[in-house]
T-cell receptor
């Protein structure tokens, strides 16, 4: 079965320092890769999406992610964390054969310290 | 353009009852997918509807069902509720059935007592 693994369940950073959230997926033909963010008691908001164009994808709020096929990874980064970045982040994959079915990683909860 | 809307936002039911949740997709979107989010199991795919037809189904018991209307609005129904059905139910819409970006609603928080 296809799977997505987020390597850290919790990440704590200081405001103004870089954020790195790690994600690996099981290899398959033509995955589409997404990062979503969920603030407390809210739905999921799309941060960015990779669909086989440029390997470095820029998203909203200063986030970007790099697709590395050889490592089957899609890590999310932000150069400088802001207090408003405190939330849960999900790495999500879909495969053409599965249509619109999204497979979610377990999530990474980000804490931003002042 | 209005986003995905879900009603109700909060619901409290007792074991054995049934419940119906509603989702209105973004205008022009024809595909609606449903997901269950729990602390223990995370986010899991329930099913997808496109043009009033179920296109894909996750690994949930038959107590979970859904439908889609001609205006693309979708409902999901859970019968004979169990305590473990307590969850946040999220609906997402896309233009077509494929690998388009999915846009999520705020969810319906269901509590089963």
């Amino acid at each position: 079965a296809q799977s997505v693994t987020q390597l850290d369940s919790h990440v704590s950073v200081s405001e103004g320092t870089p954020v790195l959230l790690r994600c690996n997926y099981s290899s398959s033909y033509s995955p589409s890769l997404f990062w979503y963010v969920q603030h407390p008691n809210k739905g999921l908001q799309l941060l960015l999406k990779y669909t086989s164009a440029a390997t470095l994808v820029k998203g909203i709020n200063g986030f970007e992610a790099e697709f590395k096929k050889s490592e089957t990874s899609f890590h999310l980064t932000k150069p400088s964390a802001h207090m408003s970045d405190a939330a849960e982040y999900f790495c999500v994959v879909s495969w053409k054969a599965a249509g619109n079915k999204l497979t979610f990683g377990g999530g990474t909860r980000v804490l931003v310290k002042p | 353009k209005a986003g995905v809307t879900q009603t109700p936002r909060y619901l409290i039911k007792t074991r054995g009852q049934q419940v119906t949740l509603s989702c209105s997709p973004i205008s022009g979107h024809r595909s609606v997918s449903w997901y269950q989010q729990t602390p223990g199991q995370g986010l899991q795919f329930l099913f997808e509807y496109f043009s009033e037809t179920q296109r894909n189904k996750g690994n949930f018991p038959g107590r979970f069902s859904g439908r889609q209307f001609s205006n693309s609005r979708s409902e999901m129904n859970v019968s004979t509720l169990e305590l473990g059905d307590s969850a946040l139910y999220l609906c997402a819409s896309t233009l077509t059935s494929g690998t388009d970006t999915q846009y999520f609603g705020p969810g319906t928080r269901l509590t089963v007592l």
